[in-house]
């Protein structure tokens, strides 16, 4: 129904106003999220990996594109998170080298489901003396793996991780 402004009982002009600022400010709230959360990256460390006696929250990555970026750029990694490379059925020699990594870790060789080899204590390239790319040192397993585990430095050690360990997804 068509009604003039200046032609509409109060009642219904004090309606017509506070529909129009409920309006406006469902506008203005929405979905939107705050810049915090706008910027705060997602990982997630959402699957579960029994590693000897321990339990880790572990983010998978399997595309090449995440796996050439891993943990570089994260300014730290939780006690019991971990990220794990994960080839499929491929059985590889994978190169990991420490480009923008801020912490030290563990690197851990997995093949069939068993721990194969253990790199601890892997340094991060230290920012004043960030060496040129094509002289970062490269790590590689001792033999073909499937995955490859990466866990702050000294985790293993603390957690007598060692090789022959069976590895296992549990959720």
């Excluded at 309606?15 to 400010?25: G, V, W």
């Excluded at 990694?77 to 190169?95: A, E, T, Y």
């Excluded at 040129?132 to 991780?161: H, R």
């Amino acid at each position: 129904m068509y009604h003039k402004l200046g032609i509409m009982n109060y009642p219904t002009k004090k309606l017509l106003l506070l529909l129009c600022i409920m309006l406006f400010s469902a506008a203005c709230s929405g979905n939107n999220p705050s810049p915090s959360e706008s910027t705060k990256p997602a990982f997630n460390y959402s699957h579960k990996l029994e590693i000897g006696k321990e339990i880790l929250l572990v983010e998978i990555v399997s595309d090449e594109k995440k796996m050439q970026t891993g943990l570089s750029n994260r300014e730290k990694l939780d006690d019991n998170n971990g990220m794990l490379f994960d080839f499929g059925n491929k059985k590889v020699v994978p190169n990991f080298w420490m480009k923008d990594m801020l912490f030290d870790i563990d690197i851990i060789w997995i093949a069939d489901k068993k721990i194969i080899g253990i790199t601890p204590n892997v340094p991060a390239p230290i920012e004043n003396l960030k060496l040129k790319i094509e002289n970062l040192p490269v790590y590689s397993p001792p033999a073909q793996v499937d995955q490859v585990l990466e866990v702050n430095a000294g985790w293993s050690e603390k957690n007598k991780i060692k090789v022959g360990d069976e590895v296992q997804l549990v959720n």
